[in-house]
T-cell receptor
Framework: GAGVSQSPSNKVTEKGKDVELRCDPISGHTALYWYRQSLGQGLEFLIY????????KSGLPSDRFSAERTGGSVSTLTIQRTQQEDSAVYLC???????????????FGNGTRLTVT | AQKITQTQPGMFVQEKEAVTLDCTYD???????LFWYKQPSSGEMIFLIY??????QNATEGRYSLNFQKARKSANLVISASQLGDSAMYFC?????????FGDGTTLTVKP
């Protein structure tokens, strides 16, 4: 398919373990975002990648959270030493950049539902 | 800093009636884009409508229209002829040179 792909769709982990969440954006979309959404709540911004620029990490809640984007495409969000409060749906989105950036909507993946027990 | 405010946590509307979902924004940028997304209970995020900061006409997409009042910094979504399938959470969002910022959402329930 041509949409944003996230894996895994569901992840159950024990408190204290590390997890990696993967996002494969739409081909040609150089802007990539990670958000976190708790049940029935809004979207909490985590991190934003735009082309080769330094990412905007201002939304990462603690130093246990990190993300990278390899080759300007696939992104991985890593949560170390998971805590129960990390349980949420993690959404990835991509959009066009450059001249079309401001009018290009975000295309979202289906999310990864993380449960920390 | 950018901020999106949606003051209605929940709204009810009778089927076939129109409903307005409120959104105000705060930015010092001159160039920005405003978006509305729908999130049904299935969890997917669906793009509905876009308005550019320099657009003089209000955007329309089928039953959706965006009431853009730049001086008031508001971008309300109007859904005409509501349908049961419109029941969902609705998010207002703004894009500028930096990240894309979302409001807290409004849960819309359409009554038969």
């Amino acid at each position: 398919g041509a949409g944003v792909s996230q894996s895994p769709s569901n992840k159950v982990t024990e408190k204290g373990k590390d997890v990696e969440l993967r996002c494969d954006p739409i081909s040609g979309h150089t802007a990539l975002y990670w958000y976190r959404q708790s049940l029935g709540q809004g979207l909490e911004f985590l991190i934003y990648f735009q082309g080769n620029s330094a990412p905007d990490k201002s939304g990462l809640p603690s130093d246990r959270f990190s993300a990278e984007r390899t080759g300007g495409s696939v992104s991985t969000l890593t949560i170390q030493r998971t805590q129960q409060e990390d349980s949420a749906v993690y959404l990835c989105a991509s959009s066009l950049a450059g001249r079309g950036f401001l009018n290009s909507p975000l295309h979202f993946g289906n999310g990864t539902r993380l449960t920390v027990t | 800093a950018q901020k999106i405010t949606q003051t209605q946590p929940g709204m009810f509307v009778q089927e076939k009636e129109a409903v307005t979902l409120d959104c105000t924004y705060d930015t010092s940028d001159q160039s920005y884009g405003l978006f509305w997304y729908k999130q049904p209970s299935s969890g997917e995020m669906i793009f509905l409508i876009y308005q550019g900061s320099y657009d003089e006409q209000n955007a329309t997409e089928g039953r959706y229209s965006l009431n853009f009042q730049k001086a008031r910094k508001s971008a309300n979504l109007v859904i005409s002829a509501s349908q049961l399938g419109d029941s969902a959470m609705y998010f207002c969002a703004m894009k500028n040179a930096g990240k894309s910022t979302f409001g807290d959402g409004t849960t819309l329930t359409v009554k038969p």
